[in-house]
């Protein structure tokens, strides 16, 4: 099975949420991945898609800090640190959730690494990346250099480089992808859209990390206990997320997810 890497060069794109629907979309077709976080996690020892499913997701966090490596005279620490990393793509089954100041170190990783030699070596599992981007300039130049960076350098094998455009701050018109199809030139790129959920649910599940699949399992009854809100609310709120979801299952799978 692939390994999908669910990445952004900003915060605030919708990440999270891409991850933890490609996830969903894997599970609905009854195959076993596994969800994992290169990102900061908090006191708790979650990261954001951790809170969502709190035992589920392999954390590994941010990298090897600079005090740990002095501690341990080991110049090579920061590097060991993702090597738990390089099994996981070995053996493919995995989505991962990228953050964006993680991306330098696992670039580094990999070429010192060579990740590319050894995984074709092996015949390792493809990896795709999905990379979200909402309709900003700035947002959708960062979606460019994180493809030069991954993709272009050489620092990971990528099949697949799949843009999705994430509609919640507006539509895509007139926005310029040329740099992302120049950055990607030869390779498979493929684009495919996020709509903007309307749900009265979302503020409710962003706020109590209650994942997407699981509230699509709920009735209006559950959802508005659970919520503390009316039962017009929690039918409306879920027939909208229903309407949204399958919009986004039927996105990804165009790109095979």
Partial sequence: MKTYICAAYAGGQGKTTLAQMVYSALRKRELAYKLVAADFTDGTGHSKIGKFFPSRVLELGIGSSLASSKTENDANAPLRYWDRFGGLLLTGGAVLDMGANVVPQ???????RRVAYIMQQRNSP????????????????NVATLIEDVVVGGALPVANVVIVQNEVGGTFEGQSMARIQKAASGRNLHFITIPRCSSELWPHLERTFTPVEEALASTENDLAEKFGIEIWSAYAGLMDLRTWADEVYAQLAKVGI
């Avoid at 696992?106 to 010192?112: I, M, N, S, Y």
């Avoid at 990896?127 to 947002?139: G, N, Q, W």
Wanted: charged share 20%; glycine share 0%.
């Fill in 126 to 141: 493809e990896i795709d990346l999905l990379v979200i981007t909402k309709p900003e300039t700035h947002s959708i130049e």
């Fill in 106 to 112: 696992l670039v580094q990783w990999a070429h010192h």
